[in-house]
């Protein structure tokens, strides 16, 4: 068996979303393979809090760092002096234990990793999910971006690997600042192990409660909803005569769901909406387990959505967008169906094909599954990914 590893894990997420499934999810998977990990972090997520009553199970209250509101230029001051109190926590971990490496998840103006680990000579693994100054200035969000800019090509360019969730973001990587020779693509993953004999179960007392049609072709979206990912799309599909089995189930909130719901009343679509609101993390693969299809409307250019990769997990068959980042993972026709983003046609035909074909579409989810497996789509696998770079960076350096 290889050396067990230390490892310092720096970020600096503040709320309890994707990107925190993310950090517990690769720590849980670093420590079950027998490593070390040593989170440093304001606000860490692989540490649970006091439960608050109406938050669901498992979900701790909110910190006083979650709860902090300010003006932008202020939190975007607040997080170029982050980078003394990372730099401390991190030298404060390595001197109870010296580290292997730091990995650090990428972050607006954040160099605390990289100066820690060239302190300490020891690489640095930094994680990117987001082109994150170009992003911030799209939203009219960053104050400070030449200073963002010059920070971000410093970090790229000295890490000793950089880790990409797609290879569309890999590429605009390199064009921000990052060595080629030193990108490598780590998509997100999940955990098969919990869409198994007991969540299948419960799946369905979960669809009993939903009070269906034995008929109906429960698609499901999981997420906040924003008015860019044109849920109303399904909307008008559903007004196909094809369709009309398909019943649209909701789990999250957002913006657009109210507007949304108002729109299927309208249009006598409302007993084919279930909207469920937040559904708690321990009980969700049986509300994935009880849909018939999974539904990703639209996504960025460059993401790798874990939600795409729980679907897998759970053999759903899932429709999602016809962009470059999502043919990393889906072959249209083969473990998922793909449509032209925005198109409402192509949606619907893609729907009929799901809805209209029941085994085509057991296919389909169980191709998917059958892929997750073999490419090793999981937090397991994305360890053993991180551990197997930082081995031949050690190789590399002999």
């Not at 540490?47 to 109406?54: D, E, H, K, L, S």
């Not at 990428?106 to 060239?118: E, I, M, P, S």
Request: overall charge positive; glycine content about 8%.
């Amino acid at each position: 068996m290889s050396e067990p590893l230390h490892i310092l894990y720096h970020h600096r997420i503040r709320a309890d979303d994707g990107q925190a499934v993310h950090v517990r999810e690769l720590v849980a998977a670093l420590r079950a393979a027998g490593h070390h990990v040593d989170e440093c972090a304001l606000v860490k997520k692989t540490t649970a809090g006091p439960v608050v009553a109406g938050r669901g199970r498992n979900q701790p209250a909110p910190s006083f760092w979650q709860r902090l509101s300010l003006p932008r230029t202020a939190v975007e001051v607040l997080e170029i002096l982050y980078n003394r109190k990372g730099r401390a926590m991190l030298r404060a971990a390595a001197a109870r234990q010296r580290p292997h490496f730091v990995y650090e998840r990428h972050a607006l103006h954040c160099r605390a990793g990289l100066d820690v680990a060239r302190e300490l000579g020891v690489p640095l693994l930094l994680e990117v999910n987001s082109p994150m100054v170009d992003e911030m200035q799209k939203l009219g969000s960053l104050r400070f971006r030449n200073r963002a800019l010059r920070n971000e090509r410093a970090v790229l360019g000295a890490a000793d690997a950089v880790l990409a969730v797609t290879q569309v973001l890999a590429d605009r990587l390199v064009d921000a600042g990052a060595r080629r020779d030193r990108v490598h693509v780590i998509a997100n993953g999940a955990d098969p192990r919990r869409y198994g004999a007991e969540a299948r179960l419960a799946a369905a007392a979960v669809r009993a409660r939903w009070q269906l049609p034995e008929s109906a072709f429960a698609l499901g979206f999981v997420g906040y909803m924003r008015p860019w990912h044109r849920l109303d799309l399904v909307l008008d599909a559903m007004q196909h005569p094809q369709l009309q089995n398909l019943v649209l189930v909701l789990l999250g909130r957002g913006p657009a769901l109210e507007p949304l719901l108002d729109t299927a009343r309208e249009r006598g679509l409302a007993e084919r909406v279930r909207a469920l609101g937040e559904v708690p993390p321990d009980l969700l693969p049986a509300h994935v387990l009880a849909c018939n299809g999974a539904l990703i409307p639209a996504i960025n250019d460059y993401a790798s959505p874990l939600k795409l990769f729980d679907s897998l997990a759970a053999g759903v068959p899932t429709l999602a967008p016809d962009q470059p980042n999502l043919r990393e993972t889906i072959v249209d026709g083969d473990n998922g169906l793909l449509f032209r983003p925005g198109d409402v046609l192509d949606l619907t035909a893609k729907l009929q094909a799901m809805v209209g074909d029941r085994a085509f579409a057991a296919r389909l989810g169980k191709a998917g599954l059958d892929s997750l497996h073999a490419q090793r789509w999981t937090w397991a696998g994305n360890a053993d990914r991180v551990v197997a770079i930082y081995r031949a960076l050690c190789g590399a350096r002999r």
